[in-house]
C-alpha cells in the first residue's frame, strides 16, 4: 500500500522560508508527475508547482521565482522550497504523485505565513 508522507510545514514570518518534502513508502510503477498542490480556507485546491519525470517544471504564477520544486527519483521524493514567504501563501499544502495507473495524496501540512 503506497501512503505519502509530508513533512516541513509550520509557522513562518512574512518573507521567511520553508522547505516541504513528501516521500512515498511502498512501491510506486511509472511515476510520470510529482506536485504539489495547496488549499486556504474557502477556496479551491490549486496547482503550486509539478515537476515531470525529465526534470521539466511547472509554476503557479503566484509563486514563480519564490518556491522550487525538485524531486529525487531514487527516493521517490519530492522537495518544495518555499523562499520568501507571503501571508497569501498560508494553506495546506498537498503533495500529489500521479503514475500510470493510479494518482496519490498527502494527508497535507499546513503552512501559515504570519508576523
Known amino acids: 500500500q503506497v501512503q505519502l508522507v509530508e513533512s516541513g510545514g509550520g509557522l513562518v514570518q512574512p518573507g521567511g522560508s520553508l522547505r516541504l518534502s513528501c516521500a512515498a513508502s511502498?512501491?510506486?510503477?511509472?511515476?510520470?508527475?510529482m506536485g504539489w498542490y495547496r488549499q486556504a480556507p474557502g477556496k479551491q485546491r490549486e496547482l503550486v508547482a509539478a515537476?515531470?519525470?525529465?526534470?521539466?517544471?511547472n509554476y503557479a504564477d503566484s509563486v514563480k521565482g519564490r518556491f522550487t520544486i525538485s524531486r529525487d527519483n531514487a527516493k521517490n521524493t519530492v522537495y518544495l522550497q518555499m523562499n520568501n514567504l507571503k501571508p497569501e501563501d498560508t494553506a495546506v499544502y498537498y503533495c500529489n504523485i500521479k503514475a500510470t495507473f493510479s494518482t496519490y495524496w498527502g494527508q497535507g501540512t499546513q503552512v501559515t505565513v504570519s508576523s
Open positions: 515537476i515531470i519525470t525529465g526534470g521539466s517544471t
Open positions: 511502498g512501491s510506486i510503477f511509472s511515476i510520470t508527475v
